[in-house]
């Protein structure tokens, strides 16, 4: 085991590890002592006797009490100390993983994921545990069992320990190939999950396009390529107990062989044989649960360096060295020259503009033209490679990452909803003190969140209202409801900055223009960022910003964009086409402009 981390855990426990190793040295040497009291026993009765038999039945029971309160001393204190590495382990790698920008869940899979967090998890727990707890046991064991039985009879010992190499032998050639099929036994449960976790969460998919049995023989592959490792794992394991079994059967042929012989010839007691053969049989188990220790230390150990890959990952954004906290955050924006790349690919391009606090800036483009990628820069979901994004003047990356996203709040074009109440979802990213869990009819706040969003008339329709559980991912909302929990979600922390990234698009024109009325109110003391394919949504903005391949193609107020003739002037022809198909009864198609609704803003 070649891990700093694994041992950082062990020693961070040292003291109750030491505990259980000095139970264990004690629980072996009572067993040690045992075989002297039966070779008493034995020539005690040999010589006639049978009167002391008492009291060495009496020395056995008291050894073996001891041994059995040593043993329970020592699983109890290894054992626990094994839990609370577990959990130690599961925290940090779940505080891990919250650290992990979006880039790197695009690079990862759940199911990847998830087989970490449970199988191998489980067996560093198993190494930290019983392997660590037997590997000193047996230890002790072998070493006082052979310097007991030297004592006895050297050259009967050396005989019975020619059987050593060959265990050593066994070892080498079976550990190995059992740390690489171990290997591939995780790596494929992993793909298994990632099958499992992907067709249940696009459930609906499967259905509409009538998959379930292409599916169910997709995931019947991945099962058969699971049970195939672990019974090509499994064949390599059960070599190791019945090879360990069968050389120590040779060995107890030899000695009855030749220790038999030695009793005949005068060279050994009777009594001291049957203690020789008591070590023998002693020294028979750890030698035989050192295959098991091997499958342990090489399961764990490949567990824990498939963790170490995940740990050893550093988030590429962070708090830097000294953040500056954003106490009371006015809301001012700046973009200076903003380059955004993945995987060496341009996103954005020398993006600038600038937002004052408490103004709305919409931003429009094409599919594709950087518009999500731009907003998510504010929160510090990406990183620029070049140029700046800065918040009251400071650049975002000099700021703690908790005080930044305190003070701005995105609603994401891909809504996420946990499988809990509506009431706790619109909670998410609140404490205790500003609005309690458990509060009647979900409490004041998210009830007034839920009104802003125009969510609180069909909240009123659900049997138990605020207290609806959602399921996985909000699957018994429809689209629209599930958009207007997560603007409700945004609404209730109350931030400086706002960004709606295309929170509208699967709510109908009349919801939309209500709720767009609703936040007009919120909107006028704060600063929003709003991306949206519907012109109706972001032609009262104060500034537009037009986006097409990762450049500003144009900027200004509807009015003026307008009239540019520009991009801008066609997506809005294109909206107002789609506005006349779209309305009942609609008269004959014109490609003018309508006339601006009201003046710009100042």
């Given at each position: 085991?070649?891990?700093?981390?694994?041992?950082?855990?062990?020693r961070?426990?040292?003291?109750?590890?030491?505990?259980?190793?000095?139970?264990?040295?004690?629980?072996?040497a009572?067993?040690?002592?045992?075989?002297?009291?039966?070779?008493a026993?034995?020539?005690?009765?040999?010589h006639?006797?049978?009167?002391?038999l008492g009291?060495f039945?009496?020395?056995?029971a008291?050894?073996a009490?001891?041994?059995?309160?040593?043993?329970?001393?020592m699983?109890?204190?290894?054992?626990s100390?094994?839990?609370?590495?577990?959990?130690?382990?599961r925290?940090?790698y779940?505080a891990?993983?919250?650290?992990?920008?979006?880039?790197?869940?695009?690079?990862?899979?759940?199911?990847d994921?998830?087989?970490?967090?449970?199988?191998?998890?489980?067996?560093?727990?198993?190494?930290?545990?019983?392997?660590?707890?037997?590997?000193?046991?047996t230890?002790?064991?072998?070493?006082?069992?052979?310097a007991?039985?030297?004592t006895?009879?050297a050259?009967?010992?050396l005989?019975?320990l020619?059987?050593?190499?060959l265990?050593?032998?066994l070892?080498l050639?079976?550990?190995?190939?059992?740390?690489?099929?171990?290997d591939?036994?995780?790596a494929?449960f992993?793909?298994?999950?990632?099958?499992?976790?992907?067709?249940?969460?696009?459930?609906?998919?499967?259905?509409?396009?009538?998959?379930?049995?292409?599916e169910?023989?997709?995931f019947?592959?991945e099962?058969d390529?699971?049970?195939?490792?672990?019974?090509?794992?499994a064949r390599?394991?059960?070599?190791l107990?019945p090879?360990?079994?069968?050389?120590?059967?040779?060995?107890s042929?030899?000695l009855l062989?030749?220790?038999?012989?030695?009793?005949?010839?005068g060279?050994?007691?009777?009594?001291q044989?049957v203690?020789?053969?008591?070590?023998l049989?002693?020294?028979?188990?750890?030698?035989?649960?050192?295959?098991?220790?091997?499958?342990?230390?090489?399961?764990?150990?490949?567990?824990?360096q498939?963790?170490?890959?995940?740990?050893s990952v550093?988030?590429e954004?962070r708090?830097p060295?000294?953040?500056?906290?954003?106490?009371?955050?006015?809301g001012?924006?700046?973009?200076?020259?903003?380059?955004?790349?993945?995987d060496?690919?341009r996103?954005l391009?020398?993006?600038?503009?600038?937002?004052?606090?408490?103004?709305?800036?919409?931003i429009?483009?094409?599919?594709?033209?950087?518009?999500?990628?731009?907003?998510g820069?504010?929160?510090?979901?990406?990183?620029?490679?070049?140029?700046?994004?800065?918040?009251?003047?400071?650049?975002?990356?000099?700021?703690?990452?908790?005080s930044?996203?305190?003070a701005?709040?995105?609603v994401?074009?891909?809504?996420?909803?946990?499988?809990d109440?509506?009431?706790?979802?619109v909670?998410?990213?609140?404490?205790?003190?500003?609005?309690?869990?458990?509060?009647?009819?979900g409490?004041?706040a998210?009830t007034?969140?839920?009104?802003?969003?125009?969510?609180?008339?069909?909240?009123?329709?659900?049997?138990?209202?605020?207290?609806?559980?959602?399921?996985e991912?909000?699957?018994?909302l429809?689209?629209g409801?599930?958009?207007?929990?997560?603007?409700?979600?945004?609404?209730i922390r109350?931030?400086?900055?706002?960004i709606?990234?295309?929170a509208?698009?699967?709510?109908?024109?009349?919801?939309?223009?209500?709720?767009?009325?609703?936040?007009?109110?919120i909107?006028?003391?704060?600063t929003?960022?709003?991306?949206?394919?519907?012109?109706?949504?972001?032609?009262?903005?104060?500034?537009?910003?037009?986006l097409?391949?990762g450049?500003?193609?144009e900027?200004?107020?509807?009015?003026?964009?307008?009239?540019?003739?520009?991009l801008y002037a066609?997506?809005?022809?294109?909206q107002?086409?789609?506005?006349?198909?779209?309305?009942p009864?609609?008269?004959?198609?014109?490609t003018?402009?309508?006339?601006?609704?009201?003046?710009p803003r100042?």
């Amino acid at each position: 085991m070649h891990s700093r981390r694994f041992w950082q855990y062990v020693r961070r426990h040292g003291r109750a590890y030491l505990i259980g190793y000095a139970a264990s040295a004690v629980a072996v040497a009572m067993a040690q002592l045992s075989p002297w009291a039966l070779r008493a026993a034995v020539d005690a009765i040999q010589h006639g006797a049978g009167g002391r038999l008492g009291m060495f039945a009496g020395i056995l029971a008291a050894l073996a009490l001891a041994e059995a309160a040593a043993t329970y001393v020592m699983r109890i204190r290894i054992l626990s100390v094994a839990y609370r590495i577990e959990s130690d382990l599961r925290h940090d790698y779940f505080a891990h993983l919250q650290r992990m920008p979006l880039r790197f869940y695009q690079r990862m899979s759940v199911g990847d994921l998830m087989a970490r967090a449970v199988n191998d998890i489980r067996a560093v727990q198993r190494l930290a545990g019983v392997g660590l707890m037997r590997s000193v046991q047996t230890t002790i064991m072998i070493v006082a069992s052979i310097a007991a039985m030297l004592t006895l009879h050297a050259g009967l010992t050396l005989l019975m320990l020619t059987v050593m190499p060959l265990i050593t032998l066994l070892y080498l050639g079976l550990g190995r190939e059992i740390h690489r099929r171990f290997d591939r036994v995780q790596a494929q449960f992993a793909s298994l999950s990632t099958r499992a976790q992907e067709n249940l969460s696009g459930i609906r998919v499967v259905k509409a396009f009538a998959q379930e049995p292409a599916e169910q023989a997709r995931f019947a592959e991945e099962v058969d390529a699971v049970v195939g490792v672990n019974m090509r794992l499994a064949r390599v394991q059960g070599a190791l107990w019945p090879a360990i079994g069968l050389i120590f059967g040779l060995a107890s042929v030899v000695l009855l062989w030749q220790g038999g012989d030695l009793v005949i010839r005068g060279g050994l007691t009777l009594g001291q044989m049957v203690q020789f053969s008591y070590y023998l049989a002693r020294l028979t188990f750890p030698m035989v649960a050192l295959g098991w220790i091997t499958n342990l230390w090489q399961q764990g150990s490949a567990s824990m360096q498939r963790l170490d890959e995940i740990f050893s990952v550093t988030p590429e954004i962070r708090d830097p060295e000294h953040p500056a906290a954003l106490a009371t955050p006015r809301g001012a924006l700046e973009f200076k020259n903003v380059t955004v790349a993945f995987d060496g690919a341009r996103v954005l391009r020398d993006v600038s503009f600038a937002v004052p606090p408490g103004r709305t800036v919409a931003i429009v483009g094409p599919t594709g033209a950087g518009k999500s990628t731009l907003v998510g820069l504010v929160p510090r979901l990406y990183d620029p490679v070049q140029g700046q994004v800065l918040v009251d003047g400071r650049d975002v990356r000099s700021l703690s990452l908790v005080s930044l996203r305190r003070a701005v709040a995105l609603v994401p074009q891909e809504t996420f909803l946990f499988s809990d109440t509506l009431a706790e979802n619109v909670r998410l990213g609140l404490d205790g003190s500003e609005e309690p869990a458990g509060a009647p009819d979900g409490g004041a706040a998210v009830t007034r969140a839920a009104a802003v969003a125009q969510l609180a008339g069909d909240i009123e329709r659900f049997p138990l209202r605020y207290e609806t559980v959602v399921g996985e991912r909000g699957v018994t909302l429809s689209g629209g409801q599930r958009q207007r929990t997560a603007l409700a979600r945004a609404v209730i922390r109350d931030p400086r900055i706002l960004i709606l990234d295309d929170a509208l698009s699967s709510v109908d024109t009349d919801t939309e223009r209500r709720i767009l009325a609703e936040l007009r109110g919120i909107m006028a003391t704060r600063t929003c960022l709003v991306i949206s394919h519907r012109i109706s949504a972001v032609r009262d903005a104060d500034w537009i910003v037009v986006l097409r391949d990762g450049r500003i193609a144009e900027q200004g107020t509807h009015e003026t964009l307008v009239g540019a003739d520009g991009l801008y002037a066609a997506l809005y022809e294109q909206q107002l086409l789609r506005d006349e198909l779209d309305a009942p009864d609609a008269g004959p198609i014109t490609t003018e402009p309508r006339p601006p609704s009201r003046a710009p803003r100042a």
